[in-house]
């Protein structure tokens, strides 16, 4: 069993940047694919990132977010981050934390067993 705990979002202007991270409890911390996902008001959620739990830290990003947001893990911390950069109003969404345990690296939400609560990211123009 794992549990997740997202934290960083907050308001910013359009061009700001932003770290979010997902502190994980539980065991096997390594052995978990990692996502972030979010939704909008009104809108779907949908993917933003994902890192593999193989050596090679493989990750995917959105098309959207490609070349401004990057993922990455601490495993001695138990914890996956999401670093936002120049951001946009487009990017305003709640954000969550998602765990699979092995498999593959999943890009649709129903690929992932362990969710957070979220963290509300806005952005203003």
């Known amino acids: 069993q794992v549990q997740l705990q997202e934290s960083g979002g907050r308001l910013v202007q359009a061009g700001d940047s932003l770290r979010l991270s997902c502190a994980a409890s539980?065991?096997?911390?390594?052995?978990?694919?990692w996502a972030w996902f979010r939704q909008a008001p009104g809108k779907e959620r949908e993917f933003v990132a994902a890192?593999?739990?193989?050596?090679?830290?493989?990750?995917n990003y959105a098309d959207s977010v490609k070349g401004r947001f990057t993922i990455s893990r601490d495993n001695a911390k138990n914890t996956v981050y999401l670093q936002m950069n120049s951001l946009k109003t487009e990017d305003t969404a709640v954000y969550y934390c998602?765990?699979?345990?092995?498999?593959?690296?999943?890009?649709?939400?129903?690929?992932?067993?362990?969710w957070g609560q979220g963290t509300q990211v806005t952005v203003s123009s």
């Open positions: 539980g065991r096997a911390f390594s052995s978990y694919n």
């Open positions: 890192i593999a739990w193989t050596s090679d830290g493989r990750t």
């Open positions: 998602a765990a699979r345990y092995l498999g593959r690296l999943g890009v649709q939400g129903s690929e992932y067993d362990y």
